[in-house]
């Protein structure tokens, strides 16, 4: 039903609104099942969906709802790879000319399935950082899916009146500025939920803790090894999860290395403490690492096959480990790492480094090209 012919009960019945965190957790559950969504900014809206869920029945439905075609957003680094705009940062809006179809628009935004041909574009206009295109594809990102999301401004005739049209089409309706916030928002928010002794392997002494954000989304883990002294710089590592190299023993990167070699480490000097974040392919998550990965097989390399994607080199955050350190008592560490950022990470969120120990293991044929371009190019020191 077009907004236009929106007619209030007298009594409106119970919105779709909500806000904060909680409609933040719903919109993801939505994006990754191919729903759209309502994200209202100040006095506009915009329809959003997906680009990676778009079907034809899905974007057929899109237009009905909007009543206009839809523009793609995507980040202006992808845009750039595609010719539709010159080097930048931020989110790009992507008008395009005549009837969409999702097959098309789904071959934009992945790099696997480049179109031969573009369609013809009308205008590519940078987003507000702040507005509803930035925020769907911030959410696209939060979803662990492809950075870009088909959107359609809406039109509001009033507050009332555009939540009562998302209640009667069952969309959910939340804030642009809830999104962009929400990675840190919800890192500040974890909750300790478990906790026991685990003898490891040449770290028998060890406890692992367990922390929940408060979307109710995967736990990140502290590994505790001995007992370290709070009063004095406490050995820590932080260690972003890596299912192939962790699990696996994938050779296409150091990740099991790394970490067997840090709870190795921490054991042999006493006491310390390895965070395990829940940020796989940094922070990209595994479908999109695995996607990665076959850019790098074609011949990118780790970096730029994440800018193929749309994503930033490293999409990770570190206020969960600093929210843990503190929660843990250690306010001051001797960083086990070879990643700069991680140093200046913390220190931005309170936790002071008083020393970086390199964190170095030898190199294989799999992922010797890897290792010299964290060097190269992400300043790692190797």
């Not at 060890?206 to 109710?216: E, L, V, Y």
């Not at 883990?221 to 710089?233: H, K, L, Q, R, S």
């Not at 932080?238 to 709870?263: K, N, V, W």
């Not at 570190?318 to 950022?341: C, D, H, K, W």
């Amino acid at each position: 039903m077009p907004l236009s012919r929106v007619r209030l009960s007298d009594v409106a019945a119970a919105s779709m609104h909500r806000t904060g965190g909680v409609a933040v957790d719903r919109a993801i559950a939505d994006f990754r099942r191919g729903e759209p969504i309502v994200i209202r900014e100040g006095d506009r809206a915009v329809l959003a969906l997906a680009a990676e869920a778009l079907s034809d029945e899905r974007l057929a439905r899109f237009i009905r709802l909007s009543g206009s075609s839809p523009s793609l957003a995507m980040t202006a680094r992808r845009a750039t790879l595609l010719g539709l705009g010159r080097d930048g940062t931020g989110v790009v809006r992507v008008a395009l000319s005549g009837t969409p179809v999702a097959q098309r628009l789904r071959e934009l935004v992945d790099p696997l399935a480049a179109p031969d041909v573009l369609p013809a574009v009308i205008a590519v206009t940078a987003a507000h950082p702040l507005d509803g295109d930035s925020a769907a594809v911030a959410l696209a990102k939060i979803a662990r899916l492809l950075p870009a999301a088909v959107t359609a401004a809406i039109g509001l005739v009033s507050d009332r009146a555009m939540e009562e049209w998302a209640r009667l089409e069952g969309l959910l309706v939340v804030e642009a500025g809830a999104i962009l916030h929400y990675p840190v928002d919800n890192a500040r928010r974890l909750a300790k939920v478990g906790e026991a002794r685990v003898p490891l392997a040449g770290a028998e002494n060890t406890r692992i803790i367990a922390f929940r954000p408060s979307d109710g989304g995967l736990e990140h883990i502290a590994i505790v090894i001995g007992e370290p002294d709070p009063e004095t710089p406490v050995l820590a590592r932080i260690h972003s999860e890596c299912f192939t190299g962790d699990l696996l023993a994938s050779l296409r990167c150091d990740c099991g290395d790394q970490l067997r070699g840090a709870i190795r480490e921490i054991a042999e000097h006493g006491a310390g403490v390895l965070l395990y974040l829940a940020q796989e392919g940094r922070g990209i998550g595994l479908v999109n690492k695995l996607r990665a990965y076959q850019l790098q097989d074609a011949g990118f390399d780790t970096v730029d096959a994440n800018l193929q994607l749309g994503f930033d080199a490293d999409e990770r955050i570190y206020v969960p480990a600093a929210e843990i350190l503190g929660q843990l008592g250690f306010s001051r560490v001797r960083l086990m790492t070879n990643n700069p950022l991680k140093v200046e990470a913390l220190g931005h969120f309170g936790v002071e480094v008083v020393e970086r120990v390199p964190h170095v293991f030898p190199s294989n044929d799999h992922n010797e090209n890897y290792l010299r371009t964290k060097a190269v190019r992400s300043g790692h020191l190797l």
